[in-house]
Each structure stands twice: as C-alpha cells, then as structure tokens.
Nanobody, 120 residues
Framework: QLQLVESGGGLVQPGGSLRLSCAASGFTLDYYDIGWFRQAPGKEREGVSCISSSGTTHYADSVKGRFTISRDNAKNTVYLQMNSLKPEDTAVYYC??????????????WGQGTQVTVSS
C-alpha cells in the first residue's frame, strides 16, 4: 500500500521555524513529484510547494523566500523547511503524490496531515 506520513508540525511563535517531513512507504519516492498542501479553517486547500522527480522546485508566491522544499531519496522522505513563519501560515499541512507538479495530486494519496500553528 502506498502511504505518506507527515510529521514535524507544532506550535511556534511568529518568525519561528519548523521542518516538516513527508515519509513514504510502499513506493520509491524518487519516481514521483511530491507536493505540499495546506488547509486552514474556512479556506480551500492550497498548494504550497512541489518538488519534481528531477529535483525542480515550485513555490506559492505566499511562501516563496521563506519555505524550502527538498528531498532525500535515500531516506525516502521529502522535507519542507519553513522559516519566518507568519500567523497566516497556520493550517494543517499535507503532502501528496503527484504525476506532475503542474497537475492536481493523486486523489487519496495524502496522509493524515500535521498541524502547524503560528501564534504568539
């Protein structure tokens, strides 16, 4: 069974940092594009970042310059380093398997998500 498990969320103050992890099992991560998404209460799920199987990265304008996506194929894990966090970054963060970064994620491919709360 193909699974993704997100971890690394928590409560941080504005300006703080977190590193989220997306660990894959049941498949080899380096064959897929992996996207990070987030959903805040009352908001639609939005794409945050994506990394292709070739290593090309993509970022939403709202996080560009603050977030960095990376992958460690040896660990079968994709990371999202989040710096200079803002209250508007508060959301549940999900990772999802994609055929291409430019298309929607594969339905049901995301994990349970990890809560990120940015508050003073």
């Amino acid at each position: 069974q193909l699974q993704l498990v997100e971890s690394g969320g928590g409560l941080v103050q504005p300006g703080g940092s977190l590193r989220l992890s997306c660990a894959a099992s049941g498949f080899t991560l380096d064959y897929y594009d992996i996207g990070w998404f987030r959903q805040a209460p009352g908001k639609e799920r939005e794409g945050v970042s994506c990394i292709s199987s070739s290593g090309t990265t993509h970022y939403a304008d709202s996080v560009k310059g603050r977030f960095t996506i990376s992958r460690d194929n040896a660990k079968n894990t994709v990371y999202l380093q989040m710096n200079s966090l803002k209250p508007e970054d508060t959301a549940v963060y999900y990772c999802a398997r994609k055929r291409l970064c430019v298309v929607p994620p594969i339905i049901g491919s995301w994990g349970q998500g990890t809560q990120v709360t940015v508050s003073s």
